[in-house]
């Protein structure tokens, strides 16, 4: 009987073995052939990529849409290729790699004292981002992992990105809430992905003019730390150089209680990741169900994951938590294909 779990772990394995030592042009030609091959079959990831699009770009026509889409795969694979390529890449790559604008935002955060939570949505390639703060900036961080099955394929997630000098915490309930705030009442700063809730418990917000549901976490832990929330969008420009801008900060709410706060806070980080998705809907990989209607007449809002090459493809382990009274929190994990999450109580 053929062991998916292994069958999973083996294939990302070799992935983070073979692409890294391919030439760059090799792994970039090898990424497009693979995303075009996945747009072509149309597999359920492409079309609920597509119908997420829709609601980004509301009069785009189905050609248009059909663009996008394939653009978004190009952009997706571009993630993965450099992402199995990033522990063989240099210092001075890293650092050439990233050009965010606004930067000075995070630089005078991190200076104040206060810590600093950097909120992303599921855009560009927020491995290389953090790679760049860790080695550009020399500041180390700390974020959250989705458990994912099998556990040796977590395990590599992880050390892959501790490997990136990052700390990755296990989403296991809310322990790891109390850990980020004493990074971020130390001074430190925590990145989390942000924009897709997958506890049925986050705080709702208007989106592309739609209610979706997103983590309470990121403005819950500024409520209670007094840290400063500054979002961060990113996208490709068909350089080889990443963009991103780094957003003004998102301020606490003078009045109101705690959760009244965090969902004002809430909205404030769904219309920024909301200015940069439609600059760049291509770099916006959600492939999975985001909207509340779309969870409430398909059902689970977990579509099930395929690996890249597959007909759907997975999405990058969306954003989970935002039980604000436990403390949940994002995560920043991309669920590989294959891969299964863990239950969370």
């Known amino acids: 009987m053929i062991d998916r779990e292994k069958l999973t772990d083996g294939a990302y394995a070799l992935g983070w073995s073979a692409v890294k030592r391919l030439p760059e042009p090799a792994a970039k030609a090898l990424g497009r052939r693979i995303a075009d091959t996945v747009w072509k079959r149309r597999g359920k990831g492409v079309r609920r990529l597509e119908a997420n699009l829709a609601r980004v770009v509301p009069d785009a026509t189905p050609q248009?849409?059909?663009?996008?889409?394939?653009?978004?795969?190009?952009?997706?694979?571009?993630?993965?290729?450099?992402?199995?390529?990033?522990?063989?890449w240099s210092e001075e790559r890293i650092k050439g790699g990233f050009a965010p604008a606004d930067v000075?935002?995070?630089?005078?955060?991190?200076?104040?004292?206060?810590?600093?939570?950097?909120?992303l949505?599921?855009?560009?390639?927020?491995?290389?981002?953090?790679?760049?703060?860790?080695?550009?900036?020399?500041?180390?961080?700390?974020?959250?992992a989705e458990?994912?099955?099998?556990?040796?394929?977590?395990?590599?997630?992880v050390a892959y990105r501790e490997g990136l000098g990052m700390e990755v915490l296990p989403h296991t309930g809310g322990a790891a809430f109390g850990i980020l705030?004493?990074?971020?009442?130390?001074?430190?700063?925590?990145?989390?992905?942000?924009?897709?809730?997958?506890?049925?418990?986050?705080?709702?917000?208007?989106?592309?003019?739609?209610?979706?549901?997103?983590?309470?976490?990121p403005a819950m832990l500024a409520v209670q730390t007094g840290a400063m929330l500054l979002p961060v969008t990113l996208w490709y420009d068909g350089s080889p150089v990443m963009r991103g801008r780094v957003h003004p900060e998102i301020e606490v709410p003078q009045t109101g209680t705690r959760a009244e706060k965090a969902a004002v806070m809430t909205q404030e980080m769904a219309d920024a990741f909301a200015s940069g998705i439609a600059d760049h809907p291509e770099d916006w990989h959600m492939l999975q169900r985001l909207w509340i209607g779309d969870l409430e007449t398909g059902g689970s809002g977990a579509v099930g994951s395929e690996a890249p090459g597959s007909g759907s493809g997975a999405a990058r382990g969306g954003a989970s938590g935002g039980d604000a009274s436990r403390g949940d929190v994002s995560s920043a994990d991309r669920a590989p294909g294959g891969a299964r999450r863990t239950e969370r109580s």
């Not at 458990?147 to 997630?157: C, G, I, V």
Request: proline fraction near 4%; glycine fraction near 10%.
């Open 104 to 119: 000075h935002h995070l630089v005078d955060g991190l200076k104040s004292g206060r810590g600093v939570i950097l909120a």
């Open 181 to 217: 705030a004493r990074r971020l009442r130390a001074g430190g700063l925590v990145c989390l992905v942000a924009d897709r809730d997958l506890s049925s418990s986050g705080i709702e917000v208007k989106f592309f003019g739609e209610a979706a549901k997103m983590p309470a976490g």
């Open 147 to 157: 458990r994912l099955k099998p556990e040796s394929l977590y395990d590599r997630f």
């Open 121 to 144: 949505p599921h855009m560009g390639n927020y491995d290389l981002a953090g790679a760049w703060v860790t080695t550009k900036l020399g500041v180390p961080f700390t974020t959250v």
């Open 64 to 88: 248009r849409l059909a663009q996008l889409s394939r653009a978004g795969m190009r952009s997706y694979l571009r993630y993965w290729m450099e992402s199995f390529r990033l522990p063989a």
